[in-house]
C-alpha cells in the first residue's frame, strides 16, 4: 500500500540553524500539507500546498519557514532560523486529485530538536 | 471558531467494552469529519471519517455517529482491545477550492485493560 515518507525521522540542530524537512508524498497525490504536533499536544495545521504554491497557511507559518517542490517527487519545509519553540514532530500529509476526495494520508514525521 | 473540542482527554476501558469519544464543533461550515489513530511515535493514521449528509458510518468495530443540530459527533469502538491503545484524535474540515486543512482536537489517550 502507498504511503507517505519522511525524513529525517529524527533532527537535532542548534538554535539559529537552518533545517531541511523532506517528504515524499504518495505518488498521484497533487495535494500536500505540512502539520505539527508539540509533545503532548494536538496536530496544527502549517501550511497547504498545490500546483507549486501555497494554498494556505496558518499564523504558526511565518517568514522563517517555507515550502518547495524541487522535483516530482519530494515536497520540503525548511525553517531558516530555528528556535527552541520550534521542537515538534512534523507531519507531512498528501491527499489525491479527485473531486471530493478529502482523505489526508499522514507521514511518519520528523522529529525536530532545537538545542 | 475554529476549534474542535474534544473529551474526555484519557479513558480506560476494560477489554470487549465500547469506548466512546466525542467531539463538538462550532463552525458549519465544515464538512467532512474524520477520526484518526495515533501510536507513540507514529503519524497520525486514518480510521473513519463522515460527511454530515448521513448520521452514522460504520466500518467494522468502528463507527461514527454524527449529530448535525448539535454540531457533536463521536467515535464509538466496540468490543475495544488492547490493540486499540492508542490516542485518538477527532478533526474536522471544509473543502474549499480542492484542498482542505484539518482542524484536530486535543486527543484522547485511550487505554484498554485486558
Known amino acids: 500500500e502507498p504511503e507517505v515518507t519522511q525524513t529525517p525521522s529524527h533532527q537535532v540542530t542548534q538554535m539559529g540553524q537552518e533545517v531541511i524537512l523532506r517528504c515524499v508524498p504518495i505518488?498521484?497525490?497533487?495535494?500536500f500539507y505540512w502539520y505539527r504536533q508539540i509533545l503532548g499536544q494536538k496536530v496544527e495545521f502549517l501550511v497547504s500546498?498545490?500546483?507549486?504554491?501555497?494554498?494556505?497557511k496558518s499564523e504558526i507559518f511565518d517568514d522563517q519557514f517555507s515550502v518547495e517542490r524541487p522535483d516530482g517527487s519530494n515536497f520540503t519545509l525548511k525553517i531558516r532560523s530555528t528556535k527552541l519553540e520550534d521542537s515538534a514532530m512534523y507531519f507531512c500529509?498528501?491527499?489525491?486529485?479527485?473531486?471530493?476526495?478529502?482523505?489526508?494520508?499522514f507521514g511518519p514525521g520528523t522529529r525536530l530538536t532545537v538545542t | 471558531q475554529q476549534q474542535v473540542k474534544q473529551s474526555p482527554q484519557s479513558l480506560i476501558v476494560q477489554k470487549g467494552g465500547i469506548s466512546i469519544i466525542n467531539c463538538a464543533y462550532e463552525?458549519?461550515?465544515?464538512?467532512?469529519f474524520p477520526w484518526y489513530q495515533q501510536f507513540p511515535g507514529k503519524g497520525p493514521a486514518l480510521l473513519i471519517a463522515i460527511r454530515p449528509d448521513v448520521s452514522e458510518k460504520k466500518e467494522g468495530r468502528f463507527t461514527i455517529s454524527f449529530n448535525k443540530s448539535a454540531k457533536q459527533f463521536s467515535l464509538h469502538i466496540m468490543d475495544s482491545q488492547p490493540g486499540d491503545s492508542a490516542t485518538y484524535f477527532c478533526?474536522?474540515?471544509?473543502?474549499?477550492?480542492?484542498?482542505?486543512?484539518?482542524?484536530f482536537g486535543a486527543g484522547t489517550r485511550l487505554a484498554v485493560h485486558p
Open positions: 500546498f498545490y500546483n507549486n504554491e501555497i494554498s494556505e
Open positions: 478533526a474536522a474540515s471544509q473543502f474549499s477550492g480542492g484542498y482542505n486543512k484539518l482542524i
Open positions: 500529509a498528501s491527499s489525491p486529485l479527485t473531486s471530493g476526495s478529502y482523505e489526508q494520508y
Open positions: 505518488s498521484n497525490h497533487l495535494y
Open positions: 463552525n458549519t461550515a465544515f464538512d467532512y
